[in-house]
């Protein structure tokens, strides 16, 4: 797949995540399909991002792969800065994998030939 990026050369850290045009983004609650987030493996959030202003949480970041919604995953810390979500990530293990930050669309077509 060209222009599939990957984490796996990024510095542990914390990171505040933005679009482009400055909005703040923050990482899907849900299983996200292979091939979203410009990676074939995407990694999302296995749980709630923290409700309370100040707050940190641990969290569990799921790898999605072809043989489940949660194949791998990693540890990360998330705080609410009550504008924004700050997360404490860790790089991937592999040059597939990325995290998703942002809406994820899935559009579904339905082909009907006659």
Not at 55 to 72: G, L, N, P
Request: hydrophobic content about 35%.
């Amino acid at each position: 797949m060209i222009g599939v990026k990957c984490d796996r050369y990024m510095e542990p850290g914390w990171y505040r995540v933005q679009s482009e045009s400055g909005q703040n983004l923050t990482m899907p609650t849900s299983p996200i399909p292979m091939y979203s987030c410009g990676a074939k493996y995407p990694i999302w959030l296995n749980g709630d991002h923290p409700s309370l202003s100040g707050d940190i949480v641990d969290r569990v970041a799921c790898v999605a792969t072809s043989k489940s919604t949660c194949d791998h995953s990693y540890q990360i810390k998330i705080k609410n800065c009550q504008d924004f979500m700050a997360y404490y990530l860790i790089k991937a293990t592999g040059c597939n994998e990325r995290y998703c930050f942002g809406t994820v669309m899935i559009i579904i077509c339905s082909l009907r030939f006659v």
